[in-house]
């Protein structure tokens, strides 16, 4: 018999801690569908087996709009579909296969490794600034200005218009959250309108003067008609509103699980060669992104439960992340954690493709705030989170510090 549980992603309780309501699903019912008809999976074992399951396919979101126009204005509808139909995460073979294949290079663990500098650059900058006010907004004044450059110079977006492509990152960002309002897909389709908008001419620039970046590798493409302009535009969108997330969201509950683990901040300040491990374990321990969805084009079975092909179903990445089963004693932060296989980049073909430069950052800017700033502690009693049900991350995290003597940015 299927099993029917309360989950409620767009409750309060979720947005807090949700690591309390995905035990008590692992324990009492690991394979449960909610009230609204969608499934969830919380077991490791269970997640990853559907990363990987070529019978799970992604989410069409643009399809699921396109049965709501009669609800909404057309032309609204198609402007939001056309700029999420391409979304990497979101698509299938074989289409997926050759669009990621276009956009890859860039993010090889190579390729990020030549950006180190300018990352290095970015933090340092930002911590100086903080020095002499001994507060610091880890979130807003380190992890989005960091988050919003590198991609900016990857692709290519000059400075003066990454103000603007923040602001709109920010509201297509819930685009991924399949459960938003008539209102929202609105809101969201005048701001995808004013994204592609500014692409467009981006995109005409490069035809005409090609540079050494994403966008002018994109546009050669597009005249070798391997890609379309509708394609191009949902790849940088797609980026920005996925790759600015996840990296923030690593840095925000990073920084606030040590803030809140002193021994194990202790631990990384003593040993900075932990670095690499410490950001695998802050990944595991409270992942950037919470849920994949995924829908079976067949009956699929999972937990003795059959899931109807059609059906809506999340994957908990951040239940599987915490699973006793898999991870000893999994709710414990532990830095030295041995053969650390969280799910927190997904896996099988839809693994984050930006998974190496959100590793770089996360490195460069948690390991110069250990070792820069001192007497780490929150400066508020109250943590807001962000309000989109796929990602999890404070939306503000200021925190008090007192200079480290000798901490220079060379340090």
């Known amino acids: 018999m299927n099993k029917t549980s309360q989950f409620n992603p767009l409750s309060y309780e979720f947005r807090r801690d949700p690591y309390p309501i995905y035990a008590r699903l692992r324990a009492e019912a690991p394979v449960s569908r909610n009230a609204l008809g969608a499934w969830l999976l919380t077991r490791y074992d269970d997640v990853s087996a559907a990363l990987r399951d070529p019978r799970l396919g992604a989410h069409s979101i643009a399809a699921n709009l396109r049965r709501k126009q009669h609800l909404l204005d057309e032309r609204r509808i ?47 900058a930002a911590i100086d ?19 919003v450059a590198m991609i900016s110079q990857i692709l290519g977006v000059p400075e003066d218009g990454r103000r603007r492509v923040l602001a709109w ?116 321990y409270d992942s950037p992104v919470q849920l994949s969805t995924r829908v079976p084009s067949e009956d699929v079975v999972f937990g003795g439960q059959t899931i109807p092909a059609g059906s ?41 493709l930006g998974a190496a430069l959100a590793l770089v950052e996360g490195e460069a800017a948690i390991g110069a705030v ?11 009693d109250a943590i807001e989170w962000q309000r989109e049900i796929i990602f999890r991350g404070p939306r503000a995290l200021p925190v008090r510090f007192a200079r480290k003597q000798g901490a220079h940015h060379d340090a």
């Open 312 to 352: 809506l179903v999340f994957l908990a990445l951040g239940a599987a992340n915490r699973d006793p089963a898999r991870f000893a004693d999994p709710d414990r932060l532990v830095l030295e954690r041995p053969d650390n296989r969280h799910l927190a980049f997904s896996g099988g073909i839809h693994y984050c």
């Open 370 to 380: 250990v070792r820069r700033l001192g007497d780490l502690e929150l400066a508020t």
């Open 169 to 284: 990152t920010e509201g297509l960002s819930r685009m991924l959250d399949p459960l938003r309002s008539l209102e929202d897909y609105a809101e969201m389709s005048d701001v995808a309108g004013e994204f592609a908008g500014y692409f467009r001419e981006l995109f005409h620039d490069r035809r005409r003067a090609p540079q050494d970046d994403l966008i002018s590798a994109l546009v050669t493409a597009e005249t070798e008609a391997q890609v379309s302009e509708k394609e191009l535009l949902s790849v940088c969108m797609l980026l920005f509103a996925s790759g600015e997330k996840t990296t923030v969201n690593l840095i925000g509950n990073g920084i606030l699980a040590l803030v809140q683990h002193r021994a194990q901040l202790d631990l990384l300040r003593a040993r900075p060669e932990l670095a690499p491990a410490a950001i695998q374990e802050l990944l595991r």
């Open 78 to 124: 198609a402007t939001l579909a056309d700029a999420c139909e391409q979304w990497l995460m979101l698509l299938n073979p074989p289409d997926h296969t050759r669009i990621r294949k276009l956009v890859h290079r860039p993010f090889t663990p190579s390729a990020i490794r030549q950006l180190r500098p300018s990352i290095d650059r970015i933090v340092h």
């Open 129 to 147: 600034r903080a020095l002499p006010t001994g507060q610091l907004d880890v979130v807003n004044e380190l992890a989005v200005p960091l988050a």
